[in-house]
T-cell receptor, first 114, second 117 residues
């Protein structure tokens, strides 16, 4: 997991609040991927971003979820008006280019909605 | 569309015994295949991957996997289990060369490996 930094490691939010998850990719990597792991499930793809662009958001819920990867700073996964079902581990990965098969993940942010 | 099936959500072995974790996949295009390991409260670490070439792939920590196209399988093995191998293991597939969504991994549900002393 060296290099991909995610924070916070744990996040507790009350229903209706906003959650912001941050991902700093490996230095020099311009491709970022977000995955969600629900309890007793494998990871599921959410979104693929390059600097300032969303390439594929086919795995993102249609409402309340958004992601960005600005020119400067970390990638942000934002969940508005959280609900209990959003409780999960959210993992970020990065790669130098699109053909880096088998990218490595960060340690994740574990979101708990109470 | 792609999918991954990991047979056995929980596998228990004795220290020193053979480890065999099963993975079958379905893919409409030639796949790339991966095994990841996840230790408690940590992220996923890539163990090994098959893209092209030799079908027997060696990874870190003494693990290896063999791509068998005829059986659509990519089982993970290790000759002798160590206590430190206790973790959850995930098999994943992506579209291979030329696939438009080759960056997108589809994961199995995982197999929890317990190693008994």
């Amino acid at each position: 997991n060296a290099g991909v930094m995610q924070n916070p490691r744990h996040l507790v939010r009350r229903r209706g609040q906003e959650a912001r998850l941050r991902c700093s990719p490996v230095k020099g990597h311009s491709h970022v991927y977000w995955y969600r792991q629900l309890p007793e499930e494998g990871l599921k793809f959410m979104v693929y971003l390059q600097k300032e662009n969303i390439i594929d958001e086919s795995g993102m819920p249609k409402e309340r979820f958004s992601a960005e990867f600005p020119k400067e700073g970390p990638s942000i996964l934002r969940i508005q008006q959280v609900v209990r079902g959003d409780s999960a581990a959210y993992f970020c990965a990065s790669s130098r280019d699109r053909s880096d098969y088998g990218y490595t993940f960060g340690s994740g942010t574990r979101l708990t909605v109470v | 569309a792609q999918s991954v099936t990991q047979l056995g959500s929980h596998v228990s072995v004795s220290e020193g015994a053979l480890v065999l974790l099963r993975c079958n996949y379905s893919s409409s295009v030639p796949p790339y295949l991966f095994w990841y390991v996840q230790y408690p409260n940590q992220g996923l670490q890539l163990l090994l991957k098959y893209t092209t070439g030799a079908t027997l792939v060696k990874g870190i920590n003494g693990f290896e996997a063999e791509f068998k196209k005829s059986e659509t399988s990519f089982h993970l093995t290790k000759p002798s289990a160590h206590m430190s191998d206790a973790a959850e293991y995930f098999c994943a597939v992506s579209e291979g060369l030329g696939g438009g969504s080759n960056y997108k991994l589809t994961f199995g549900k995982g197999t929890l490996l317990t190693v008994n002393p």
